[in-house]
């Protein structure tokens, strides 16, 4: 039986919530959201979404072995939950909202943790590797607990804070947005004490419109900072001032050359890049400017902490891709899967580093829609179109509804191009065009599954 996190009771008092109870004192030892995901012991939080409402789960949950549930007030009478509980002798935490309610608690949980530093990582792009790349180098010196893949949510984010326990020494959190407000939500639940931003870019736009929004959403980040607290501003970041502008604590503003001990980096091409950190070489296997700039981000944090040029180095060469993120898959034909997200800026940092990839055989592009655009949609398509139309690809392949914008332009430049929106006739095409010795970049939003050609393309049936 795994240690109870927290008392019932306790919780119900912290979150100054109502308690119904048919069972004695006692506490939860994990967290669920999801009915099937609960463990014996657990606490489930009811969440009501767009299509599925979690009060109707909770008979489920308690089945399942929770001891208690969190739920909305306004749920009771029309899910029977009082008699559910009564009936199986569980606990009811009685809230006005069960998504703050999730959020409330892990804030509430984390504060427990009084000496453990607390670092958080939002941004348009990076920010997973940012966090990633993070953790292994301060997990050198230190134990370090994280958000494992994409858990930055709304609702990840929280349930990852339940993972939280006294070994810890630091936390390395990201934090996501797709709504306004979002990350002032998830600040307030971690409130670091290192707080940085990778970069603004246009992941997103559908939900803000602006850059400028972006930026206010994301600078939210920084919102709890105290005297001592760090932010942590991207120096060559076009929206650097705004980003620094009203912020409380101490500023620092990170970059490349930032770094009295960076002496020098080259291109390794599919390699990596070769790093010289004070004195020594580091090889840094995450190809392309881009991850050598999550590196540096990274880096920033850890001097903070700090930790030794000894635990930079070991940790930079430790890091491994991360599923669709700039994974180089080797073979008859080389692959570039760089298929889990897709926004403007990311797009042409990977067609830029395809180009100037010194490659003997041919480059092929296969490139699927920038989803959350917006209004955005149709001018960065074209955009797009227009880089790709003067790139060195041998022939570039367009997948999606959104990505049609790009073929006028390529049609006019005379780039060979092949256009679909089905995935079945782009696995065809591609097929029977790739040879040996050819180099293939897969680059869309998650929403595509470009992934879905690695097997075709590999020959291997699991290569993530």
Known sequence: ????LMGIGELSRSLGARRIS???ERGFSSVAIDSRAVKEGGLFFALSGSSCDGHGFVEAAFSAGARGAVVDSSKLESFDLVNIAQKMEKDLIVVENTLKGLQDSARVY???FPKIYKIGITGSS???TTKEITAAIISCEKSVVKNEGNLNSETGLPLSVFQVRDCHEVCVFELGMNRSGEISELTEVLKPNIALVTNIGSAHIEYFG????????KKCIYKFLKNDDIALIPANDEYAKELAQGVAGKTRFYGAEKFEELEGTRSLGLDGTEIIWAGEKIHFSLPGKHSLEDAMAAVAIAKEIPVSNRAIKHGLESVKPLFGRFEILKGRIDVIRDCYNANPESTAKSVEFCDSVDWPGRKVYVMADMLELGDSSFIEHKKL?????CSAAEKVFLFGGE???AVPCMADNGKPFFYTNDINELSAALESFIQTGDLVLLKGSRGC????LSEMLTGVSDVS
């Open 1 to 4: 039986m795994d240690t109870d």
């Open 22 to 24: 048919f069972a004695r």
């Open 110 to 112: 984390l504060e427990k």
């Open 126 to 128: 990076g920010k997973t």
């Open 210 to 217: 602006t850059k400028e929004k972006i930026v206010n959403e």
């Open 385 to 389: 179109g227009e880089l790709l139309a």
């Open 403 to 405: 990505i049609k914008a």
């Open 449 to 452: 599954a470009l992934e879905r």
